[in-house]
């Protein structure tokens, strides 16, 4: 679920952006038509991409998203390109959206530049909901969408309230809607306690209170199985009817892999928001903790010294595995929801410094778990002591 938070009139009460999903069971002529507008959305994705890049790269125009929506109705007009007024004109609105935000996210946040859209990467497409003859709405067992008609689903939980949006995705076992409506939420009841969060690789949190989160560590459970479906699916000559078979079972593994991480940080996330007023973090920054690490050269220039790449490489795909940014996302949405407090403090000396006398030791190298401070001889725990010191920091900001 993704939540955005208005105060309504009772204080206890938010109503938020609730998303639920459901699994599809469309017919095989619905399945058709959910490929080709999946097909003609990536179509549109890449030729606008590629009509951004000539027009900046030739004349040094950089074209809005604004001006490329409004040539959609003349591109549905042009011979050859009669299939594109099949899919509904707010989806392909979407798409352009889509890409905008990409840009948005290269020139705002310094992610990578807008790459072109694979057919095995491109996996949805948006439906907007509007009184214009795209109405979406759920009977039953049944969604109504625009220009399909009625497609059955598993109903695993009612929508509360009117459909804003769905998204329709391809996933490696079959179709999945994501619908998106207004809820209300109650928010918990004031609590005392607080709570710092150490996260780790070798435990997926250490808390304040001396509670160590073990880390499932998912993606290696698999790992072997992976390899082994990789080869396989590397064996397979491209286009043939075994690789896509191969295919299909790879994407099961890691859609599993997905969808359980996701369960484990939902539970973590919702039991901590549950027991505590607020709960601190350290500001990671991931991004940076993931990067590849470059080859150094030795003093004369000429060869490259052997490093801790492989180590380094390790470390990330551990990270990377434990989802701390969706752990903090969640976190970040459920505080608001609920009437809780979630913080990120400065990441600077947290396990370098005693959480009893705050002396700050002059080094830390990560191979040490365990010290004693010099100072007032208390004994720590390294992820236990940089807890305690990340409540500390938020707790000093507020007196």
């Known amino acids: 679920m993704i939540a955005t938070i208005e105060k309504l009139e009772t204080e206890t009460v938010v109503s938020v952006n609730k998303t639920f999903h459901y699994k599809l069971k469309p017919t095989k002529n619905q399945e058709i038509i959910f490929g080709q507008w999946l ?17 900046y790269a030739q004349k040094g125009v950089n074209i809005s998203k604004f001006d490329l929506i409004n040539e959609i109705p003349e591109v549905k007009k042009t011979e050859g390109f009669e299939w594109i007024k099949q899919v509904p004109a707010n989806t392909l609105q979407a798409v352009i959206e889509r890409l905008d935000n990409s840009y ?24 907007k909901n509007n009184s214009s003859g795209s109405e979406i709405k759920v009977s039953g067992n049944r969604f109504k969408l625009p220009k399909i008609g009625h497609v059955k689903f598993f109903n695993s939980r009612p929508v509360e309230s ?31 306690n607080n709570v710092g969060l150490d996260l780790g690789v070798k435990y997926f949190a250490v808390t304040s209170d001396g509670e160590y989160i073990d880390n499932p560590r998912h993606y290696n459970k698999y790992q072997d199985e992976l390899r082994i479906l990789q080869r396989s699916l590397d064996r397979k000559k491209k286009g043939g009817n075994n690789r896509n078979k191969a295919s299909i079972k790879l994407d099961k593994i890691h859609q599993k892999i997905a969808n359980t991480r996701k369960d484990f940080l939902n539970k973590v996330s919702t039991k901590l928001i549950s027991e505590n007023q607020s709960v601190v973090v350290e500001d990671l920054r991931i991004k940076n903790l993931t990067k590849k690490s470059k080859p150094k050269l030795s003093d004369d220039g000429k060869t490259y010294l052997k490093n801790n790449r492989k180590q380094k490489a390790g470390l990330s795909k551990s990270i990377l595995d434990a989802g701390w940014g969706m752990f903090c996302n969640m976190l970040d949405y459920k505080s608001k929801w609920f009437g809780r407090w979630f913080v990120k403090v400065p990441a600077q000396y947290t396990s370098r410094d005693c959480s009893n006398c705050n002396f700050r030791t002059e080094e830390m190298p990560l191979t040490i778990r365990e010290w004693q401070c010099p100072q007032c001889n208390s004994f720590h725990n390294r992820d236990e002591n940089a807890s305690k010191n990340i409540l500390k920091k938020w707790l000093e900001d507020q007196n």
Do not use: H
Request: net charge positive.
């Open 162 to 192: 009117k459909i804003k949006t769905a998204t329709i995705r391809k996933e490696a076992d079959g179709w999945y809607i994501s619908v998106t409506f207004v809820g209300n939420v109650e928010a918990l009841p004031l609590l005392d």
């Open 104 to 127: 948005q996210r290269f020139f705002k946040l310094g992610a990578g530049f807008p790459k072109f859209a694979q057919k095995n990467k491109y996996k949805s497409f948006l439906l």
């Open 39 to 55: 097909g003609t959305c990536r179509y549109l994705y890449n030729v606008s991409l590629e009509y951004r890049k000539y027009l």
